[in-house]
């Protein structure tokens, strides 16, 4: 069974960044998995808003693009999220997620029915 764990998230002022961090136990990278983050406040839906191949290919949500940044690192097998120039409207439980389909596979951004696993969710609060 794949565990993401995320980290990171807090309050920050309107303009302000943040790093989250997921770290992924059971299969790792050398699954080749597509990994991307998720976002939900209350009374919205789930909505995917980066993704990244095991390749390095990168794909945002219109809502984000230009303002934040998905990466990885295989040998800790940790996927990031920096999040920079937010707005109140980010605020959000920001989940992360990994996809483990074999190729060829849409990314989670245009389509997300492939995601299989989920990590708990960490908060992000962001204040005018």
């Known amino acids: 069974q794949v565990q993401l764990v995320e980290s990171g998230g807090g309050s920050v002022q309107s303009g302000g960044s943040l790093r989250l961090s997921c770290a992924v136990f059971?299969?790792?990278?050398?699954?080749?998995?597509?990994m991307g983050w998720a976002r939900q406040a209350p009374g919205k839906e789930r909505e995917v808003i980066a993704a990244i191949e095991s390749d390095g290919i990168t794909a945002y949500a219109d809502s984000v693009k230009g303002r934040f940044t998905i990466s990885q690192d295989n040998v800790k097998n940790t996927l990031y999220l920096q999040m920079n120039s937010l707005k109140p409207e980010d605020t959000a439980m920001y989940y992360c997620?990994?996809?483990?389909?074999?190729?060829?596979?849409?990314?989670?951004?245009?389509?997300?029915?492939?995601?299989?696993?989920w990590g708990q969710g960490t908060q992000v609060t962001v204040s005018s």
């Open positions: 059971g299969y790792t990278y050398s699954n080749y998995p597509c």
């Open positions: 997620a990994a996809d483990y389909r074999d190729y060829p596979r849409q990314n989670m951004v245009v389509d997300p029915t492939g995601i299989g696993y």
